[in-house]
């Protein structure tokens, strides 16, 4: 049934619910010496390039290959459209590694036509935290689909990151692979009540009109929570704080040092915004937020290209109930012209969606680490991981 993914470190479905097997590396990791040092072979039309993403004439190569040729949902309807800023900002956190953001181009043209890329991440299972790589942005030609390229990139990626000693990926996908670590759902808060009608991202409810409809998804014009605040470079050590200290209460979730941090949740125009709740005595920060956007082109629509959605990234809740938070994040999301605010049911996310109007979509995300075995399926409240 997976020819390839049969072959690798992954949990297997035959082994689901076997408690004999221990947790942690399902292989243990070999001398470097003994790591393949030649890429491996693509097929003879092809070649292996490393794509500079701090290069504007290779990321614009990136984006344009992502832009016409990444994920679409189950209709096609509507197709991711990462922005550059957003590639590049993705693509080298602290740490990073050039040549795991692997393009492949036709040997003629020089064009490209499939990506991979692995960054380093550190993440915490149960009481151990293992030095990881997030695997992200597969994406193959679709003129050169079904021809087993993608299990080469994987291969190839899988490769490098080994180079570096690292033994373990978390990734995450919409298809159903030997074996997730959980299912999430996505849910989707409109914003945009007549534009999301209007290019089919969602339906007129039954008994509906589109004023009662626009009326329902109506928000209040300003936040409610006192001394919410854009996140400054000056919060950074106290954000790592909180954050590091909050995500101790899932089973698998990211360590963020203070760099990491200011790389991922200081606000960057059109890529990411952290909000902070600083108490008005005492100056501290208590609680923040934070989403990224990520638009969708349109296919086929008349009247409209692009839906611009923003979808929650990590938070922090301790004075402020995330309810409030939340609502705060909606208000912020509908101010910018977001149409739509997405979140998945991880972290404590799941009692709140229902009362903010959110509602369940037609995707699913399926999260999985590479060489590392757990005993159970988690619930996606036991996570505390976001993936771009
Ligand atoms: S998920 C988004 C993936 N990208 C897209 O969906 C874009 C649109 N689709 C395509 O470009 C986020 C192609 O359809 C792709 C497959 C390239 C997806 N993950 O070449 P073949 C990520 O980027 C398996 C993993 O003929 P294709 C996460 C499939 O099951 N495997 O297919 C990426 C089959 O294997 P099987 C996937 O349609 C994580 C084989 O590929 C997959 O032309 C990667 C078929 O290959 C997916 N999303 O190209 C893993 N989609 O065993 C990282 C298909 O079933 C692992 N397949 O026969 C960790 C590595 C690092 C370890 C370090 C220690
Ligand atoms: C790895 N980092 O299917 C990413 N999106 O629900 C790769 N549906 O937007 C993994 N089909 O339900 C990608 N509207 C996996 C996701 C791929 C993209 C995808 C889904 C997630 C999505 C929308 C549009 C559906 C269009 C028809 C959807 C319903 C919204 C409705 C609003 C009102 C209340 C009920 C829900």
């Not at 082994?15 to 070999?30: A, F, H, M, V």
Request: aromatic letters at 12%; one cysteine or more; a neutral charge.
């Amino acid at each position: 049934q997976h020819k390839f993914w049969e072959t690798q470190p992954v949990g297997q479905f035959k082994d689901l619910g076997n408690s004999t097997l221990p947790e942690g590396p399902i292989e243990q990791p070999t001398p470097l010496s003994e790591v393949k040092q030649e890429p491996y072979n693509l097929p003879n039309l092809y070649e292996w390039t490393v794509c500079d993403m701090k290069s504007d004439e290779v990321c614009n190569e990136v984006y344009i290959l992502l832009t016409n040729n990444y994920v679409e949902d189950d209709d096609n309807l509507f197709r991711f459209n990462y922005s550059k800023e957003f590639l590049r900002w993705g693509l080298t956190p602290p740490g990073y590694f050039q040549n795991w953001h692997i393009g492949v181009r036709v040997k003629s043209s020089k064009k490209l036509v499939a990506f991979i890329t692995g960054i380093p991440v550190k993440i915490r299972v149960r009481n151990e935290v293992v030095q990881m790589a997030e695997v992200n942005f597969l994406c193959v030609h679709k003129k050169l689909r079904s021809k087993r390229l993608a299990p080469v990139m994987i291969k190839e990626v899988t490769r490098r990151i080994h180079l570096e000693n690292i033994w373990q990926a978390a990734y995450t996908a919409g298809v159903f692979l030997p074996t997730p670590v959980t299912t999430c759902q996505y849910w989707h808060r409109t914003l945009n009540p007549k534009k999301l009608i209007d290019v089919g991202f969602s339906r007129l409810g039954e008994r509906m009109t589109m004023s009662r409809t626009i009326k329902l998804y109506k928000l209040p014009n300003s936040t409610s929570t006192r001394g919410l605040r854009k996140m400054e470079l000056r919060d950074v050590p106290q954000v790592t704080r909180l954050l590091r200290n909050y995500l101790n209460r899932f089973i698998v979730a990211p360590t963020f040092d203070e760099d990491e941090v200011e790389h991922w949740l200081l606000p960057q125009e059109n890529v990411v915004d952290s909000y902070v709740v600083e108490c008005e005595e005492t100056r501290e920060i208590t609680d923040f937020f934070s989403f990224y956007t990520l638009p969708s082109t349109i296919l086929n629509n008349q009247n409209h290209s692009t839906l611009k959605a923003a979808y929650s990234f990590y938070y922090v809740t301790n004075r402020v109930q995330l309810m409030q938070l939340m609502q705060d994040a909606l208000i912020i999301a509908k101010r910018d012209d977001f149409d739509v605010f997405n979140a998945l049911d991880v972290m404590e996310n799941e009692p709140i969606l229902k009362d903010l109007k959110f509602g369940p979509g037609d995707g699913q995300l399926y999260y999985y680490l590479y060489n590392y075995r757990l005993n159970n399926v988690l619930k996606p409240s036991e996570l505390g991981l976001v993936l771009l």
